[in-house]
Nanobody
């Protein structure tokens, strides 16, 4: 099982990034997928989730209206479009999948400069 996250980087405040997570080794279409993030010295927080049917069912309050999660079951991919980025969005972002059993990706680092 592999969840390969990509798309992180350095961006100025107000900018945008799109994270992608390519899944392999699982039947992607039956998994609820999502993104977590962990800032330095802080706990890992759930950012957004999307059901196997493509319905978005959770956003962290601080990202509502700025981030959009989506999935493409034909490509075994989940994405996180991040707009209007703020320095407080700086973190390592982890792809996550679950049917009850959970899987995690390796993380991709997002740095937002002020």
């Amino acid at each position: 099982v592999q969840l390969q996250a990509s798309g992180g980087g350095l961006v100025q405040s107000g900018g945008s990034l799109r994270l992608s997570c390519a899944a392999s080794g699982i039947t992607f279409s039956i998994y609820r997928m999502g993104w977590y993030r962990q800032a330095p010295g802080k706990q890992r927080d759930l950012v957004a989730t999307i059901t196997k049917f493509g319905t978005t069912d959770y956003y962290l309050d601080s990202v509502k209206g700025r981030f959009t999660i989506s999935r493409d079951n034909a490509k075994n991919t989940v994405r996180l479009q991040m707009n209007s980025l703020k320095p407080e969005d700086t973190a390592v972002y982890y792809c996550w999948g679950s049917t009850g059993r959970e899987y995690w990706g390796q993380g991709t680092k997002v740095t937002v400069s002020s």
